[in-house]
């Protein structure tokens, strides 16, 4: 994906308004990648051909089709923990080990703890990755969806302040790691962040906006992130997306004309 900084125009780890460059690129970006991502295609295919081995009658093929059709159009904000996700592991090479829709056992449903649970980083260098991803055409800025008790300011204080919250997800993440290829990996991060007695992880704040960019969106909270002593790691990206979020679902679906 061509992207370009918008701000801030100082060298400033912590925080970066990036704006996405091209339509076209975006749109095969949303059909591509974040499609897999949202809809978990190789999982949602793995299922189909297992139930598929066990339908030896037309009903119950029949029923296995109404199954797989079942799952209703991804919402906007799903779509947008999964660009957050796509573009994180093509930036910074960020690993997923599980794909939180599989745990959804109501349609539509939020799950509770953070949007992002990853580890980045090998060997000495990997580092558990926790954040949260809001999405939002509100004109003003900062949107309403970064400030507040549920907005993405106050999520991220949660994530680097809450101990309780930290071992939640590394329970989740242990559960979901163990007997898999990813298990080193979180061996290694897990042994990173005990050893810094639980200060060692990597926390991402992410909004998705498809206004043109400003500076307000980040810019207070940036700052007084930069004044931060690290670790944990945190930083704030802001995203400008070339299409509105109105159209996602459609490009997504593949119901866009």
Request: hydrophobic share 40%.
């Amino acid at each position: 994906m061509k992207f370009a900084k918008c701000y801030p125009t100082s060298d400033e780890p912590t925080w970066r308004g990036l704006q996405l460059l091209e339509v076209e690129e975006f749109d095969i970006f949303l059909s591509g990648p974040v499609r897999d991502r949202v809809t978990d295609a190789a999982f949602e295919q793995e299922l189909a051909d297992d139930l598929a081995a066990l339908a030896s009658t037309q009903m119950a093929s029949d029923t296995l089709l109404k199954v797989l059709s079942a799952p209703a159009a991804p919402l906007e904000w799903e779509i947008g923990e999964a660009i957050a996700e796509c573009l994180l592991e093509q930036e910074f090479d960020v690993n997923w080990p599980w794909n939180e829709n599989r745990d959804r056992k109501t349609p539509r449903a939020s799950l509770p703890g953070a949007d992002l649970v990853g580890l980045v980083g090998y060997a000495e260098d990997a580092t558990l990755l926790f954040g949260e991803v809001k999405t939002s055409s509100d004109e003003n800025q900062p949107p309403g969806v970064v400030s507040g008790r549920s907005g993405l300011a106050h999520q991220i204080d949660t994530l680097a302040t809450s101990i309780g919250t930290q071992a939640s997800l590394i329970r989740w993440l242990h559960s979901r790691c163990k007997g898999t290829t990813h298990w080193p990996r979180f061996q290694d991060a897990c042994r990173r962040y005990l050893r810094s007695g639980g200060k060692d992880v990597a926390l991402v704040g992410i909004l998705l906006r498809d206004t043109g960019p400003h500076e307000d969106d980040l810019r207070t909270r940036g700052r007084a992130l930069s004044s931060l002593q690290q670790p944990p790691s945190v930083r704030l990206d802001a995203w400008y997306t070339p299409r509105p979020i109105a159209e996602w679902v459609a490009i997504v679906t593949g119901e866009a004309q």
